[in-house]
């Protein structure tokens, strides 16, 4: 079957925030404090502390996901990542954030990159394969959009 370049696909931002990388660190990992900050993410809870979650997004178009998360990186304070998963053995995407201290700021990389599992991404390039480039770039760049605005909102609620 043609994957239309969906695994594999990521997307990242550099933001410079203007906490210590250990008040920062407090955040990125407050899985349970995500729905407060995330535009989709509406809820966080710590199945088994540092190792497994369970998330919940909420889309624009209203339709709600239930995902359980493994944290597959955790280099305290300077990397944090997870790989989703929806009810498959393979994730549908890895999550990381890293963490560069410069003191009274931190500067943060963060990535999503799209695994071989289903997600709603797959399901609309195998729904319309001539328009796979256009659906894949839209939700990436949505993705982005959604990590700044969370970044900024975690920078607002931790000061």
Known sequence: M?????TGAT??????IKLPVRTLWTGITAIDRYG?????????A???ENATFEARNRFPDGLET???CTVTVLEEPTRFGWDVYGG???PFAHWEYELEDRGAETLV???????PGDSGMRMAVVKEPDRAAEAIRRRLDQLAANM???LAAMESALR
């Open 2 to 6: 043609n994957d239309y370049g969906v």
């Open 11 to 16: 997307t990242g931002v550099e933001v410079l």
């Open 36 to 44: 407060e900050w995330s535009p989709e993410c509406i809820y966080g």
């Open 46 to 48: 710590w199945l088994e």
């Open 66 to 68: 239930y995902v359980t």
């Open 88 to 90: 498959e053995e393979v």
């Open 109 to 115: 990389r963060q990535s999503f990159t799209h695994g």
């Open 148 to 150: 700044r605005t969370t």
